[in-house]
């Protein structure tokens, strides 16, 4: 088993940056990738970014591209989401995801274990 846990969301305004971190605990020999996803209310799960353990990265450039930069500490088994520019619709809550299978992609299904999520606020 795989525990995740986020942090660092909170409320921010339009412009501002954010840094949200994950750190995984457990069997993460086991873990390929980790990243990112978000849930506004009344909105699907949508996915953000995902970087593999041997450092290849994907994001969702149609939401965050540009803005958000997605990186890991292997040694730690932590992953950042660094979110800069951020505009009142990255307003969600979001979780850190990790998979075992073959590194990291976008159908939330892939993955294995979820945090619980942390809350992003941005007013305008």
């Known amino acids: 088993q795989v525990q995740l846990v986020e942090s660092g969301g909170g409320l921010v305004q339009a412009g501002d940056s954010l840094r949200l971190s994950c750190s995984a605990s457990g069997s993460t020999f086991r873990l390929s990738a980790m990243g990112w996803f978000r849930q506004a209310p009344g909105k699907e799960r949508e996915f953000v970014a995902a970087i593999n353990w041997n450092g290849g990265k994907i994001y969702n450039t149609d939401s965050v591209k540009g803005r958000f930069t997605i990186s890991r500490d292997h040694a730690k088994n932590t992953v950042d989401l660094q979110m800069t520019s951020l505009k009142p619709e990255d307003t969600a809550v979001y979780y850190c995801?990790?998979?075992?299978?073959?590194?990291?992609?976008?159908?939330?299904?892939?993955?294995?274990?979820w945090g619980q999520g942390t809350q992003v606020t941005v007013s305008s």
């Open positions: 995801v990790a998979r075992i299978g073959a590194g990291a992609t976008i159908p939330a299904a892939s993955y294995d274990y």
